[in-house]
């Protein structure tokens, strides 16, 4: 079976719109995700690859798959507002349609919203719109180093695969080992209810 194309397409519910990446979203990207924190753990080439304000502005459409994969940005709809603030942004990527194969990756939120409900929220719209487009492997992963990251793909429910040794160099041009992870379409269902759950929201 080969999975359906996958619209590139706004997604919306438990409190966020992802919104398909524009340009005229940077300013906002630059506020919530322009911080050495958010560099501290690994996203972005690590630490020694930190940039704020414009620098931060011009690197990150060079950086993002922009043009080749699925790169979202996410608004928070917990406020009421015209215009919802952004809070981060995620990708799908490495669509494989004939494998029933995708990777979400290229995650990164404002500090402001680590440990709340936006991770999971997010990747329970992301996850939802692969595994309903017939997808049937979805690849999660991060920097071994990266503690935190490591934790909340382990919280989502992703099964751990293994270290891809010298997946990718840093900033400072060490080399990255990456943890991989995934979740296949036989535990979306618990996947998706532990998501619901930790949002409030399963029903029964």
């Known amino acids: 079976m080969v999975a359906a194309d996958l619209p590139f397409v706004a997604l919306e519910g438990h409190g966020l719109r992802l919104e398909p990446y524009d340009p ?3 300013p906002g990207l630059t506020a919530a995700l322009g911080r050495p924190e958010v560099f501290a753990g690994g996203w972005g080439g690590g630490p020694a690859g930190a940039r704020t304000g414009d620098d931060f ?4 459409p060079t950086y993002l ?3 080749r994969a699925h790169v979202y940005v996410v608004r928070s709809l917990s406020v009421p507002d015209a215009a919802p603030p952004i809070i981060g942004t995620s990708t799908i990527l490495d ?5 029933e194969s995708a990777h979400i990756g290229y995650t ?3 500090p402001e919203t680590w440990g709340s409900s936006v991770n999971p929220a997010a990747k329970l719209l992301l996850l939802g719109h692969l595994f309903d487009h017939g997808y049937g492997r979805v690849k999660l992963q991060a920097d071994v180093r990266n503690a935190r990251s490591r934790a909340g793909i382990e919280k989502l429910g992703a099964q751990f695969e293994g270290v891809a040794r010298r997946d990718a160099q840093r900033a ?3 080399w990255r080992d990456a943890a991989v992870y995934s979740i296949v379409v036989d535990e979306w269902p618990a996947v998706r209810d532990g998501l619901l759950e930790r949002l409030g929201e399963l029903e029964g």
Not at 95 to 99: C, G, I, Q, W, Y
Request: no cysteine; aromatic share 10%; hydrophobic share 60%.
């Open 172 to 174: 400072d041009g060490s």
């Open 24 to 26: 005229a979203h940077l």
């Open 57 to 60: 502005a011009a690197w990150l």
């Open 108 to 110: 990164a939120y404002a």
């Open 95 to 99: 669509l494989a349609p004939a494998a």
């Open 65 to 67: 798959p922009v043009g």
